[in-house]
């Protein structure tokens, strides 16, 4: 199993509607996980980060985390077509001697597409 | 401004010919890493570095070198570049906290292409 899986899509919604973006990971100590937003050619940016089961909002996004399935996922309320990007999920890989200390380690993204 | 500096952004080079990127951060951050991204395969982890002069391995380390004599500073070494090295990188730095970690900053990307 890979470390950290997303779909790679694309992943197409329409203006206004929900996207739902899903991440699966492997390490079942993980405790931080993130979204990043990366626009062709650029650097990702951090759009949302978790660390407790449950749900995040922050305005239009949604980060849902179960540590149980090993699942973490995004949702973005009222697409834009600004949304339209690569998802990053990522997470923190532990350090092999046990230090509390990871790397940030991604999965392959999702693109989505978000038309007017 | 809080931000990570990579120069250069653009880079075409001849394969043997020795080159290196500079990495530079402004947060006084202790961790520092570097990543390179290619189509279909996401950001891969190249080297990082967990503080001055401790570095170590990433998932996709042959064909690279890094140093950390200084905090701000994280150079990415290729000795003999080769076209498969032909990729988008990026610099990253954070403030591990525990388990807990914080944001990732990143650089603005070196596009290098090695023919």
């Known amino acids: 199993q890979k470390e950290v899986e997303q779909n790679s899509g694309p992943l197409s919604v329409p203006e206004g509607a929900i996207a739902s973006l899903n991440c699966t990971y492997s390490?079942?100590?993980?405790?931080?996980f993130f979204w990043y937003r990366q626009y062709s050619g650029k650097s990702p940016e951090l759009i949302m980060f978790i660390y407790s089961n449950g749900d995040k909002e922050d305005g239009r996004f949604t980060a849902q985390l179960n540590k149980a399935s090993q699942y973490v996922s995004l949702l973005i309320r009222d697409s834009q077509p600004s949304d339209s990007a690569t998802y990053l999920c990522a997470v923190i890989r532990r350090m092999n001697y046990g230090g509390s200390q990871g790397n940030l380690i991604f999965g392959k993204g999702t693109k989505l597409s978000v038309k007017p | 401004e809080a931000q990570v500096t990579q120069n250069p952004r653009y880079l075409i080079t001849v394969t043997g010919k020795k080159l290196t990127v500079t990495c530079s951060q402004n947060?006084?951050?202790?961790?520092m890493s570097w990543y390179r991204q290619d189509p279909g395969l996401g950001l891969r982890q190249i080297y990082y570095?967990?503080?001055?002069?401790?570095?170590d391995k990433g998932d996709v380390p042959e064909g690279y070198k890094v140093s950390r004599k200084e905090k701000r500073n994280f150079p990415l070494i290729l000795e003999s570049p080769s076209p498969n090295q032909t990729s988008l990188y990026f610099c990253a730095s954070r403030e591990p906290q525990g388990a807990r970690s914080t944001e990732a900053f990143f650089g603005q990307g070196t596009r290098l292409t090695v023919v």
């Open positions: 570095s967990m503080n001055v002069e401790v570095t």
């Open positions: 947060m006084n951050h202790e961790y």
């Open positions: 390490d079942r100590g993980s405790q931080s």
